[in-house]
């Protein structure tokens, strides 16, 4: 599903603050820009406005904002349910009408219908999917499954994908593809006002799969706290341009990888079966909720799987109550020889790690196929603390 992009019409901070955390804890993934964005052409599907306060000119923004974006969805939320206020606030041009606070699995609905009608209006246009991939820890082989998954998706689907490296000084992507791209994902960073399909063309590197990559910074500071609205609005933008976005966010829990879970349609959680793998899974699961991106856009993801485990994965799943999405085999030789080699493993031979990322792009590219399978755990809170059993 396309990211959305929603506005928040209020001068209260306390207001924007919680409905900001709101929009962006729903199964629809939603990058939240300021109201000065729609004066400077972004044109918002999606908007909040706050009509607890004077009542003429609240209706005034949103005469003014259906007006600038038509076809957006509006919600006005107020202190009461007047029937006349209900009334005055839908012929001004609001679509739902919400009390403060609003009850969150009812806006999350309303969420829902308003990217249901836009990729209605949309007709033919292609939907976006972005996949986030980050690790539990560091060496958890993230950028080894983002890679391959990517290479797959492209190979299989034949529709414009991209991966984005957003590791700062380390990132391996294109090394991994065996290739030296001129450009970095901090020229899309550092240019962003011209960012469009000719300018794209120019900073990513075409692998043969048909992969296209945005490849690494070599600053250690960058991309940094600074750049994290940046990448958000960067997500939003390579939307326009392809069909998959593939992102390895590392494994450092930072703004930059938390800009990345907002823009996620699925964020695969990548884990080993360790104490210390999952101790760590079990704290990104946490951190996840704590920012209010959605859980149920968390898949994990448990490599270098191999018996006898250390850990048995159905005590995975019952100390993290989270469902393993996929296992990928432990075999060192077969990776190491892809990765010095700079071949992806589809690539390299018949294999049966090979096999598994084969299998997990045709899951990926299968929408109905993955919503059905990956549903987490709604006892995922609770069987948290199950977690001190492990060590």
């Known amino acids: 599903m396309a990211q959305l992009v929603g506005i928040i019409v209020s001068q209260d901070e306390a207001f924007s603050k919680h409905l900001g955390r709101l929009l962006r804890s729903g199964s629809v993934p939603v990058s939240v820009l300021d109201d000065q964005a729609t004066r400077d052409g972004v044109p918002p599907d999606l908007v909040i406005v706050d009509i607890r306060g004077e009542i003429a000119s609240a209706m005034s923004n949103i005469e003014r904002l259906r007006a600038t974006a038509p076809a957006a969805g509006i919600f006005a939320i107020a202190m009461t349910a007047d029937p006349d206020l209900i009334l005055h606030a839908m012929r001004a041009g609001a679509n739902e009408f919400f009390i403060w606070p609003p009850a969150e699995e009812t806006f999350h609905g309303a969420v829902r219908r308003t990217a249901t009608r836009r990729e209605t209006v949309a007709g033919a246009k292609p939907n976006a999917t972005t996949l986030v991939f980050f690790g539990a820890k560091g060496g958890a082989g993230t950028t080894t499954l983002a890679v391959n998954c990517a290479v797959e998706v492209a190979r299989q689907s034949r529709r414009p994908t991209v991966i984005v490296d957003l590791k700062s000084g380390l990132g391996e992507v294109a090394l991994f593809l065996g290739m030296r791209p ?82 996620a349609d699925r964020m695969f959680l990548v884990t080993n079966p360790d104490i210390p793998s999952v101790r760590n899974a079990q704290r990104v699961l946490e951190r996840v909720r704590e920012l209010g991106a959605s859980g149920d856009r968390v898949r994990l993801l448990l490599n270098r799987a191999a018996e006898p485990y250390p850990i048995a994965p159905k005590q995975i799943e019952s100390a993290l109550g989270h469902p393993i999405y996929q296992m990928f085999p432990s075999d060192y030789r077969t990776v190491s020889a892809a990765l010095n080699s700079g071949v992806p493993l589809s690539l390299a031979g018949s294999s049966e790690i090979a096999s598994r990322f084969d299998q997990f792009a045709r899951n990926v590219l299968d929408a109905n196929a993955n919503a059905t399978a990956a549903t987490p755990s709604r006892k995922g809170v609770s069987n948290l603390e199950r977690i001190a059993s492990l060590w």
């Open 182 to 263: 001129r450009y970095s994902v901090l020229d899309a960073l550092d240019n962003l006002h011209r960012v469009d399909k000719e300018f794209l063309k120019e900073l990513v590197a075409k692998h043969k799969s048909g992969l296209e990559i945005l490849a690494g910074s070599e600053h250690f500071d960058r991309p940094g706290a600074s750049d994290a609205a940046t990448i958000e609005e960067l997500m939003r933008l390579l939307t326009r341009q392809y069909e998959y976005i593939v992102v390895d966010a590392g494994g450092q829990l930072n703004s930059c990888a938390v800009s990345a879970f907002y823009a």
